[in-house]
């Protein structure tokens, strides 16, 4: 049977590949690959049995630091609510769509928008200033010449960009909380040092690009602000009939002004507001306008009679008395007494002509069949339309979806903006506590391997103890879980533990490292007097994990101050603190800052600039040079990548100093 | 639907390894950039694993040679291989005795 291929993960065949893992503390920028490298490199992947899906990962990997002008600007458009247009090639907000919208909410789709668009342009200029810097590093070509290649016609200067994507990086404070030495010294000296030690550091770009990909999916997945389908449909619906009813209400008004009929418009208003039907709006007015004056009312009544007086007079004038029935002349004899009686009162009636014209037009304007009475059934029609509308919004309102609504998703997109903002800042820690972690990764199993034949010689509890104490480095202050790559840190712990080493020096360690193995009076025990095997094992695991303890414990603590964040106090060590922690272990500060032609280099600059480096900076250099114990091996990578990364013969931290 | 479409673990498997072999051998011949590789695998990556016919790994490599015209030979092959299994299906059927 053949051999089951050895499956690997891409990044682990990539760590076999080159050797090392990816990058150490200050690592060297990786390279841009030409394509035929890339190539190789995929090649290499399949020669080690990764499965081809793994090797297409990888391929897509490119990808994943890549974030172009179209991405940012799709994600600026979600912010506002989406009430968005293209304008050219920006992105800006369509009154047209929000026009319809309250002042303020049109004002707080503006103010998420703008602010949303800010962050993302900062992000976005930090990313295209990384790409030209890490290219700009790979192919000894000028950034100059690599922005304006990559960036043709671009309205911004690759110095203004430069500036704004350092100024983004700066104003995320991580510096100052690793190193409080930092607060007050110029921005030159700040840009200076961010460039040098994480601007450039691709992890960092891949880190904010992944970030930005992973935000852009839950930008596009907001809850769309429609309004409740129903809901605009019915405000349409009564928006027009309401503009239907005050236009009828007006002609209608109009005309009866027009005819002498002084009613005014609010009670017409009100009349029909009070769902009066046309019917009786047209008693209330015949009421109001022809029986309320005598002339007209009798001009009407005579009106009403002519008809029934003119058809029955044929019947009974003329006839022989005895032949006409009685009733018919009876009606026909009252018909003409109140005919008679009523031209009689008419008679001297001013203005007869136009008095009957002004009855004529008021009874047309109430007839429901006439032109003009239409119009206020069309209008009545109207306001009932309007109050069934006023209903359906009603209804649509209450069984809106909460996530569909406008507060809803201002909210999200202010939540995401938040995460958008952080993005800089989380990259930055995220990088500095990664680097540590793979600097003492790849040195413990150096060590491992070094120390596997003596091993074998010691006796099991002292293998039990040392395996604690280092169990315990690992965990005692920032912690990892694999499964879910979240980080832990105690800062409470940290704090504690370095006022521990501050006030004892070894001694401290040793009681912390105790402490570790499980001994219970570990902070007053008399360690001149402790059992002969306790002692035995406390001092093995001294003599091999002493210095990288210490050195584990300042790095976890200088990370710690990066993450910034709630509970920063118990961090803070005084500055005779400091002292203190000098003088136990200033040998090996000094000793580590004497060996490392970077650290000489930097404190020689700092000495000409008659500045004196102060307790913490130097423990800084310490930890960031890769200096100590523990981070030896990135020394060397800590200084390439000065020139590497087109800082020059400066070095890479001599760029602390102003030129 | 029709088993002898469906597409298994291993097809799925096979077409991995063609599209990435073509992939490497265009990028290692200069006929690809690294940017063109990452963009596809992108969509391989988003299609691949989605497909769950004959029918739909089919149409996707023809969409994904349409972009990316190196992956053409993928499409071909599959295609080829399509034709074979209705071809095969037919037989069968004309094969099978009168019931």
């Known amino acids: ?659 | 639907m029709d088993q002898t479409h469906v597409i298994t673990p291993e097809i799925r498997e096979k077409i991995y390894d063609q599209l990435s072999e073509a992939m490497i051998v265009a990028l290692e011949n200069d006929h690809m950039t690294t940017e063109e590789s990452a963009d596809s695998a992108d969509m391989i990556l988003k299609r691949l694993d989605v497909v769950s016919t004959h029918e739909e790994l089919v149409i996707f490599l023809q969409e994904l040679s349409a972009r990316w015209s190196i992956y053409l030979p993928v499409y071909q092959d599959a295609k080829k291989e399509d034709l074979l299994k209705k071809v095969s299906v037919e037989l069968d059927q004309l094969a099978q005795p009168n019931t």
Not at chain 1, 597 to 611: S, T
Request: no cysteine.
């Open chain 1, 1 to 659: 049977m053949a051999d089951a291929p050895i499956a690997v993960t891409a990044s682990e065949a990539l760590t076999m590949h080159e050797g090392r893992p990816h990058g150490n503390f200050l690592a060297l920028p990786e390279t841009v690959r030409t394509n035929v490298e890339q190539g190789r490199r995929l090649r290499d992947l399949k020669a080690k049995d990764v499965p081809a899906r793994d090797v297409i990962v990888e391929a897509r990997r490119e990808k994943d630091v890549r974030v172009d002008p179209k991405q940012v600007n799709d994600m600026i458009a979600q912010f506002g609510g989406g009430y968005t247009k293209l304008d050219g090639e920006n992105v800006i907000m369509d009154d047209d769509k929000t026009k319809d919208l309250s002042p303020e909410d049109q004002s707080r789709l503006t103010e998420s928008f703008s602010s949303g668009e800010k962050a993302l342009k900062e992000v976005a200029a930090y990313l295209t200033y990384a790409q030209t810097l890490q290219e700009a590093n790979a192919t000894g070509r000028s950034y100059q010449e690599i922005y304006d290649r990559e960036n043709p016609g671009a309205k911004v200067t690759w110095d203004q960009l430069r500036a704004n994507a350092l100024d983004a990086l700066l104003t995320t404070g991580l510096l100052e909380r690793i190193e409080p030495s930092f607060i007050g010294q110029s921005d030159v000296i700040k840009r200076d040092f961010i460039e040098t030690a994480l601007a450039s550091d691709p992890k960092l770009r891949m880190r904010v690009a992944q970030e930005m990909r992973r935000i852009e999916d839950e930008l596009t997945n907001l809850p769309k602000v429609q309004e409740n389908e129903k809901q605009a449909t019915a405000v349409a619906q009564k928006e027009l009939a309401d503009k239907e009813k005050e236009q009828r209400i007006t002609e209608y008004h109009a005309h009866l002004q027009a005819i002498g009929v002084d009613l005014p418009r609010d009670t017409l208003v009100t009349l029909i507001d009070r769902g009066l039907t046309p019917d009786n709006i047209f008693q209330a007015i015949r009421r109001t306008y022809i029986e309320g004056d005598a002339d007209l009312s009798r001009l009407d009544e005579l009106d009403a009679i002519i008809p029934e007086f003119n058809a029955i007079r044929d019947k009974v004038e003329g006839k022989d008395p005895g032949k006409v029935n009685p009733e018919l002349q009876k009606r026909y004899d009252a018909l003409r007494s109140r005919k008679e009686e009523l031209e009689t009162l008419t008679k001297d009636m001013e203005y007869k002509d136009d008095k009957k014209q002004r009855l004529k037009d008021i009874k047309s304007a109430i007839d429901k069949d006439s032109d003009v009475g239409k119009i206020l059934r069309v209008a009545t029609q109207a306001h009932l339309a309007s109050k069934a509308a006023e209903r359906e919004v009603a209804i649509a309102k209450a069984t809106t979806n909460e996530r569909q609504t406008l507060s809803y998703r201002l909210r999200k997109e202010g939540d995401l903006r938040a995460e958008i903002e952080n993005i800089l800042n989380n990259a930055m820690v995220d990088v500095l506590a990664e680097r540590s972690s793979e600097v003492h990764g790849l040195k413990t199993k150096e060590q491992a391997e070094k120390e596997a034949e003596a091993e074998k010689t010691r006796t099991k509890e002292d293998e039990e103890a040392q395996k604690k104490v280092k169990e315990g480095m690992e965990r005692n202050w920032i912690s990892a879980d694999r499964r879910d790559r979240k980080r832990t840190i105690d800062k409470e712990q940290i704090g504690r533990d370095m006022r521990m080493i501050a006030y004892e020096g070894e001694d401290g360690i040793k009681r912390l490292m105790l402490r570790d193995m499980g001994v219970g009076n570990w902070e007053t025990a008399d360690l001149g007097s402790l059992p002969d095997d306790v002692k035995r094992q406390l001092e093995a695991a001294h003599g091999k994990y002493g210095d990288t303890y210490r050195d584990t414990l300042m790095k976890d603590y200088f990370i710690a101050r990066a993450a910034g964040g709630r509970g920063g106090g118990e961090l803070k060590l005084k500055d005779h603190e400091w002292e203190l922690l000098n003088s136990h272990f200033s040998t090996a500060l000094e000793k580590g800052l004497k060996d490392s032609e970077a650290a000489q280099r930097v404190m020689e600059d700092l000495k000409k600039k008659g500045i004196v480096p102060s307790n913490s900076l130097k423990w800084l250099l310490y930890v960031l040079l890769g200096v100590g114990t523990v981070a030896a091996v990135a020394a060397g990578a800590a200084y390439a990548a000065g020139p590497a990364s087109g800082i020059g013969a400066k070095g890479a931290l001599a760029g602390l100093l102003p030129h």
